[in-house]
């Protein structure tokens, strides 16, 4: 069965720094992997997904990920986190086609000045 | 082009009643899924529907059920409400792409308050 690990409960990064949230992911196959941002109270925004192809995606808002087989990770990284950042991030994997898509535990970010 | 949307936004019950919730997935979208946010569990997913059948079902007792209409969108019944029920209840709607890719596209949810 799939399964995503993200380790970090809590972050926080002072605003302007460089940020990189983790996720480690247990799928037999090639994954679809997507990162997702959630703003108190409200439902979840697609970042970036990977499907195949280029391991490095870009997504919206200055966020990109690299996706590393032999690590099975697909970590999340943004050079300068801004103030608008503070949210829940929840990494998530899915097998193709019209199968179910397993999200992450979440990693809230907290951003202070 | 309009994304998901949910309704009600807020939705306020006493315990034994029902609750209805509701989701028109954006255009195009045949899948709609439904998941709970109860505070501190994360994303639990519920139940997944598409082409008006219901594809797999998450870890929840039968008092939550759903359905899909012809126009894809959907509903969720919950009954018996019981106070561990309050929580943000969110719709997710995805179509495959040419790679047969699923992407889900979520709504801003609906808050289920149970008192």
């Known amino acids: 069965a799939q399964s995503v690990t993200q380790p970090d409960i809590h972050i926080t990064v002072s605003e302007g720094a460089s940020l990189e949230l983790r996720c480690n992911y247990s799928?037999?196959?090639?994954?679809?992997l997507f990162w997702y941002v959630q703003s108190p109270g409200q439902g979840l925004q697609l970042l970036l997904k990977?499907?195949?192809?280029?391991?490095l995606v870009q997504g919206i808002k200055g966020f990109e990920a690299e996706f590393k087989r032999s690590q099975s990770s697909f970590n999340l990284r943004k050079p300068s986190v801004h103030w608008s950042d503070a949210a829940e991030y929840f990494c998530a994997v899915g097998s193709g086609g019209y199968q179910k898509v397993t999200f992450g535990t979440g990693t809230k970010l907290q951003v202070i000045p | 082009e309009a994304g998901v949307t949910q309704s009600p936004t807020h939705l306020i019950k006493t315990r034994g009643q029902q609750a209805t919730l509701r989701c028109s997935p954006i255009s195009g979208h045949t899948s709609v899924y439904w998941y709970q946010q109860a505070l501190g569990l994360g994303l639990q997913f519920l139940l997944w529907?598409?082409?008006?059948?219901?594809?797999n079902r998450g870890n929840f007792p039968p008092r939550f059920s759903g359905r899909q209409f012809p126009n894809y969108s959907s509903e969720l019944n919950v009954n018996a409400l019981e106070l561990e029920d309050s929580a943000l209840y969110l719709c997710a709607s995805s179509s495959a792409d040419s790679k047969g890719a699923d992407t889900q596209y979520f709504g801003p949810g609906t808050r289920l308050t149970v008192l």
């Open positions: 990977y499907f195949s192809g280029d391991t």
């Open positions: 799928y037999g196959a090639t994954p679809y």
């Open positions: 529907y598409d082409e008006g059948e219901e594809r």
